[in-house]
């Protein structure tokens, strides 16, 4: 029988790696170098970094020509947006806390962050003085 492909790529704002890496963790997925990510039916995609996720497929990270990082899943049956949110806004959401965090602190500032009710996270920033 012809199996489909589900792939999907997004376009993203991610360019730091090591923020996602942390954004991962926090979500409780590893981070892979140059490997596979599972899709439906044994499908498989290449990618840059591979985000592994918990249930049966995977996200496959990818460098663009401008520098940012696509992102690449199976969104069949919404496996992955358990996992990651909805369009990986969980994800996205948490890389741009780590992202904030990490710029922060390179400028000597300390972070604290604010969990809201509807989900969403706001960082304060505080100088030390």
Not at 14 to 36: F, S, V
């Amino acid at each position: 029988g012809i199996h489909v492909s589900h792939f999907t790529e997004i376009k993203t704002q991610i360019k730091d790696i090591e923020a996602l890496r942390l954004a991962c963790q926090e979500l409780g997925l590893t981070l892979l170098q140059n490997a596979e990510a599972r899709g439906y039916y044994e499908n498989k995609t290449k990618g840059d970094y591979v985000i592994q996720l918990k249930g049966p497929y995977d996200i496959a990270v990818n460098k663009q020509p401008d520098g940012t990082f696509g992102l690449t899943g199976d969104l069949w049956q919404g496996h992955v947006e358990k996992e990651v949110g909805q369009g990986y806004g969980k994800l996205l959401q948490l890389y741009g806390v780590h992202k904030a965090t990490m710029e922060a602190r390179k400028k000597g500032l300390s972070v604290m962050r604010n969990q809201k009710q509807d989900g969403s996270i706001k960082l304060v920033l505080m100088g030390v003085s």
